[in-house]
């Protein structure tokens, strides 16, 4: 298990490989596709200072206000590859280090992880309860009121957050190595 | 006899279905992952994925929180007596649905496809889905299903003949449209998934079959020979490509094949697959009168 305390820099990520296992501590943000396109079509400043070094979490939980504080109940990963094509400029233009999400992402976002020096982790899809148990603190939420709750970047405080680096800044991606091998068994299958 | 709907009691009785569903996993689930985690070897990606899930289980059941925050479409399968009002049903559905959501049983999850705008409350138009049938039994009985959209943007309709699967109009084409689709999917759809297959129909019928299948226990034994011969082969076959849960890799790509049949148009042959996420949410209210089940 690796630790990795946010903000993170370009050697630490560096330091990661294809099936590492991390342990996440800090602040990060969460973001889907409303967001995603915001950040991409109108560069808002405000989250700057949020998300340099830091990661992004894709995930649009569920949520609970308990006199006055939000609280995450349930926020596992949601599926990335719909993120693909803004993810690479989104991470450059905001020095974001990594992405966590589902599933995996494209030649695009992987050819960006190699160039910046950032990685794409991947948490257990499903796994909502005990991931928003690693939610300590809800700092704030971003465009609540425009984007719904699932959509809404909200800033979190994580311990002890688990994911596993399946593609690393070094071209590898675990996503491609897994798709080609049963390819191959789907071609026999099939007979083709 | 009539059937007299107390309103009240009826939400409350659907509330505590839609809790059920999204926070406390059927035990035919929870048996399967466990099997398909001691199947996986020890030390590896599959094996630790699934140890997260089982303890994920668990923790939603004991702290009454969803397993996952992918809350889904909440779809419906309510069969009624004779008598009782459809726009009654659907109303104490829809009022209970809102409380679950203000309860945080379930994410606001609909949202109007023009606007963007999401409704907060899990309501709007088709949303919730309702399927109504009648019986002549003195009771309701609601199959509710939250279906989350992962697993649902990898679902699929094939028709056949397929070319380039080299596909017929016969079984074998449907175990190829089956496995085309499971391949495509790879780890998106949360692997390992329960896949319910419906053949033949229209595009609407035959995926309505489709997901009709996914409230089949997952241990069950289809009564159609073909079918069930068909659904082992599948299962066997699907795990051996090698996805594994999340798509990790490892044995454990397809917890489950649950295959239904609809008569089809001479002209047509629609091979449909519902995709359904290892958190398989589903369960199965009785209500009568004097009491209520759920399964």
Not at chain 2, 211 to 237: C, G, I, V
Request: negative net charge; proline residues 4%.
């Amino acid at each position: 298990m690796i630790k990795i305390n946010l903000p993170t820099d370009e050697a630490k990520i560096r330091s990661l490989k294809v099936g590492d296992e991390v342990s996440i501590d800090g602040i990060m943000v969460t973001g889907r596709d409303a967001a995603h396109s915001w950040m991409l079509d109108e560069k808002p400043d405000e989250i700057r200072e949020l998300l340099k070094g830091s990661m992004i979490y894709h995930c649009g939980p569920v949520v609970d206000k308990k006199d006055g504080e939000w609280r995450f109940v349930a926020a596992g990963p949601t599926t990335s590859i719909r993120e693909e094509p803004y993810q690479g400029p989104v991470m450059k233009e905001y020095g974001i280090r990594a992405a966590i999400g589902k599933g995996g992402m494209g030649a695009k976002t992987l050819a960006a992880l190699k160039e910046l020096g950032a990685v794409y982790l991947h948490a257990v899809g499903g796994a909502a309860t005990i991931l928003a148990q690693s939610v300590k603190k809800v700092h704030d939420v971003i465009r609540l009121e425009e984007f719904g709750v699932p959509e809404a970047m909200w800033v979190i405080e994580v311990e002890d957050f688990r994911a596993v680096v399946t593609m690393d800044s070094h071209g590898n991606s675990l996503h491609d190595t897994v798709k080609a091998k049963s390819e191959k068994i789907r071609n026999e299958l099939l007979g083709l | 006899m009539t059937f007299r709907l107390n309103h009240d009691r009826f939400r409350d009785a659907v509330l505590e279905l839609i809790r059920l569903a999204s926070t406390d996993m059927s035990p035919d689930v929870v048996k399967a992952i466990t099997m398909a985690r001691d199947n996986e070897d020890a030390g590896s990606a599959a094996k630790s994925v699934l140890n997260v899930i089982l303890q994920n289980i668990t923790a939603a059941q004991d702290g009454s929180t969803p397993i996952c925050q992918d809350t889904g479409t909440n779809i419906h399968y309510i069969t009624i007596p004779v008598g009782v009002s459809m726009r009654a049903v659907e109303k104490a559905v829809i009022e209970a649905t809102r409380l679950a959501t203000a309860k945080a049983y379930l994410r606001p999850n609909s949202v109007d496809s023009v606007t963007g705008k999401n409704s907060g409350d899990n309501t709007g138009i088709m949303s919730p889905y309702f399927h109504f049938e009648e019986w002549d039994k003195p009771a309701i009985e609601i199959k509710l299903a939250l279906k989350g959209g992962g697993s649902e943007n990898v679902s699929g309709q094939y028709k056949l003949p397929d070319a380039t699967l080299e596909a017929g109009r016969n079984m074998e084409g449907v175990y190829k449209c089956v496995v085309d689709m499971v391949f495509k999917a790879q780890g998106q759809g949360c692997a390992p998934g329960i896949m319910g297959v419906g053949i033949g129909g229209d595009r609407a019928t035959s995926m309505i079959v489709a997901k009709k299948q996914l409230f089949r226990k997952l241990d069950d034994l289809n009564p159609d020979p073909d079918l069930a011969s068909m659904e082992e082969r599948l299962l066997q076959d699907l795990n051996k490509l090698g996805i594994g849960p999340m798509g990790f890799g490892g044995k454990t790509t397809a917890l489950a094949v649950k295959i239904g049949k609809a008569h089809r148009l001479p002209a047509s042959f629609f091979v449909s697959l519902a995709y359904m996420c290892w958190a398989d949410r589903r369960r199965t209210m009785t209500y009568s009168e004097d009491e209520v089940r759920y399964d």
